[in-house]
């Protein structure tokens, strides 16, 4: 695959199974990877009470493969560990100076995911966004149905899995210094697919970020917030002549009016149309425009960039 021209190699190391992988499995894994100029990213094996550890780890993991790292969607979870980022944050910098590490956040304090017990013990409210059971509880508070239910917290996971959730654990101040670390990139987390009542990143990240954080709260500047959305990612990622407008680049565009772009997808209405995008345009065809899909499918399968 990596002869092909696969990005990469991913780990969930907070998910079974494979939160039971040794360190020095992985170093041994991601070895590989810097032959091919391949990167190494992961979802870190814990972001509350050991998010430092985790972050060591990782450090340690780039260090000892020589891979080029990315932690994904960089977080603090859990109201006891909001703050925990400013050491993190330091540990990153520091690693920086010697080796190619980067991470990526979304502009939430809302994370979502499987439902599973582990993540409702850092969160102050899990709402239910999918279940292939019970879809009819879609929207409600996971509280609110082991209530009604009269049941344990262990039974409500049974009946209702496999199922999605959004929990509310992070704090805001966390998520803005996060992004503002410089050269964080923006990424939603969001998979396309989700069913029920996802998450709003999907429909909301981006324009959040150049609504919200840019213009409205100044977190950096326009060129800054696009570049951190576009070029840095497809650089990170070898996505060639991707992220970038210049003469031979594939024409990825998307025109915005900067004085009005801003999310509009909420909780209750995920799926809502961002305010201020006015086309999108995928390998040069429109595919948005008055607020709709024109029904175009122009895209291409992108990788990692092969000599």
Known sequence: SLKDGAVGLSTGLAYPTAIHA???????????????????T????NEGPDLVDSVDETIDIARRSGAATVISHHKCVGRENWGKSHDSL???KAAQKDMTLDFDVYPYTATSTILLKDFLSTSEKTVLTSSATHPEMVGREFDSIVDEWGCSVDEAIRRLSPAGAVYFRMDEAEVRRIMAFPGAMIASDGLPID?????????????RVLGHYCRDEGVFSLEEAVHRMSGKPA????LKDRGVIRKGAFADLVLFNPKTVIDRATFDAPETPAGGIERVYVNGALVWHDLAWTGARPGRRVGRAVA
């Not at 040794?22 to 391949?38: R, S, Y």
């Not at 992961?42 to 094996?45: A, D, E």
């Not at 069913?195 to 324009?207: A, I, N, Q, S, V």
């Not at 650089?235 to 070898?238: A, H, I, K, R």
């Open 22 to 40: 040794p360190t020095d499995e992985i170093v041994e894994l991601a070895a590989c990877l810097k032959d091919f100029g391949a990167l190494y």
């Open 42 to 45: 992961t979802h870190m094996r």
């Open 90 to 92: 330091a540990h990153i």
């Open 195 to 207: 069913e029920g009542r996802p998450h709003p990143r999907l429909w909301g990240t981006f324009p």
């Open 235 to 238: 650089s990170v990622f070898g």
